[in-house]
């Protein structure tokens, strides 16, 4: 398996422009998660799914941020308008019931928004 | 509540032993994980612990668990450069409730190695 796979790597936008961001989970991974890394914040729990419907997305910051799971294989974050203050780096991570090793993170989008 | 705190930093010379250290306030933890960040990189898995056992051992990699204190170390003997990274401490709950599958993670800890 490729593991979760997340792109783009790196993002660099303009203030205000929309931002979408991407991930593919480990096929047969029930649980999806976006999470959210900064300095000065740590690891942030964006919103999670299972089986491909939004379960908690109470870490969701504002009405900029959305994001959906049109199917197992596929996730999107997207943020508009984007703000400086977006600038993070963005991790997506995968599990499944009964696996009780912890998450397979992807290798995260570094955004900057300038 | 659930809250994981770490201390921030960590420094070892090379061939020591780091001990990295992690309190958590939920008593009803299941599992407990220890994972390691590198530079540019997501978080890797390192080990685990269920919640009904004190010690696991994974060739340099020992895991402490004291369940009264809520208290979970993680021990690298013979410590190297290349295991200079940010460790982060996690926990989760087994099945039940909407907090199943979900990690809450500690802030991490920076583990710098001196040559």
């Known amino acids: 398996d490729a593991g979760v796979i997340q792109s783009p790597r790196h993002e660099v936008t303009e203030m205000g422009q929309e931002v979408t961001l991407r991930c593919k989970p480990i096929?047969?991974?029930?649980?999806l998660f976006w999470y959210r890394q900064t300095m000065m914040r740590g690891l942030e729990l964006l919103i999670y799914?299972?089986?491909?419907?939004?379960?908690?997305d109470s870490g969701m910051p504002e009405d900029r941020f959305s994001a959906k799971m049109p199917n197992a294989s596929f996730s999107t974050l997207k943020i508009q308008p984007s703000e400086p203050r977006d600038s993070a780096v963005y991790f997506c991570a995968s599990s499944r019931v009964g696996q009780n090793y912890g998450y397979t993170f992807g290798s995260g989008t570094r955004l900057t928004v300038v | 509540g659930e809250d994981v705190e770490q201390s921030l930093f960590l420094s070892v010379r090379e061939g020591d032993s780091s001990v990295i250290n992690c309190t958590y306030t939920?008593?009803?933890?299941?599992?407990l994980y220890w994972y390691k960040q590198e530079p540019g990189a997501g978080l890797q898995l390192l080990t685990y612990i269920f919640s009904n056992m004190d010690m696991k051992q994974d060739q340099r990699l020992t895991v402490l668990l004291n369940k009264k204190d809520k208290h979970l170390s993680l021990r690298i003997a013979d410590t190297q450069t290349g295991d200079s990274a940010i460790y982060f401490c996690a926990e989760s709950k087994d099945a039940g409730g909407t907090s199943y599958g979900k990690l809450t993670f500690g802030q991490g800890t920076i583990l710098t190695v001196h040559p």
């Open positions: 096929s047969g991974h029930d649980y």
């Open positions: 939920d008593s009803s933890s299941t599992y």
């Open positions: 799914f299972n089986n491909n419907v939004p379960i908690d």
